[in-house]
Nanobody, 123 residues
Framework: QLQASGGGLVQAGGSLILSCVASGSTFSSYAMGWFRQAPGTERTFVAGISRTGKITPYAVSVKGRFTISRDNAKNTVYLQMNNLSAEDTAVYYC??????????????????WGQGTLVTVSS
């Protein structure tokens, strides 16, 4: 089970850190990903991180502004979001990729979705 938190209202240009805590003892055994879904749109890939944290693919739209990281000792994955814009407004979800060594960018490869946390960026 995954629990995401850290969303909120922020001004354009600001920063937020999202967290996603996993229950259980196998967190370090699978890759993790962050996705987001704006109203009326599909859920899309934002960033992923491999089991050890060495491989971190990003969506083009966030590369250079967002950083994904993980702390396996705390069963937690983070998403540091900088220089936010109104286009980043969405509900952000974390999920587990149970099979891939390189984190997938496809939503269908992820399981165990968290409940989502809302990020609103005011312009």
């Amino acid at each position: 089970q995954l629990q995401a938190s850290g969303g909120g209202l922020v001004q354009a240009g600001g920063s937020l850190i999202l967290s996603c805590v996993a229950s259980g003892s196998t967190f370090s055994s699978y890759a993790m990903g962050w996705f987001r879904q704006a109203p009326g749109t599909e859920r899309t890939f934002v960033a992923g991180i491999s089991r050890t944290g060495k491989i971190t693919p990003y969506a083009v739209s966030v590369k250079g502004r967002f950083t994904i990281s993980r702390d396996n000792a705390k069963n937690t994955v983070y998403l540091q979001m900088n220089n936010l814009s109104a286009e980043d407004t969405a509900v952000y979800y974390c999920a587990a990729d149970l099979q891939s060594i390189v984190p997938s960018t496809y939503r269908s490869d992820y399981r165990n979705w968290g409940q989502g946390t809302l990020v609103t960026v005011s312009s």
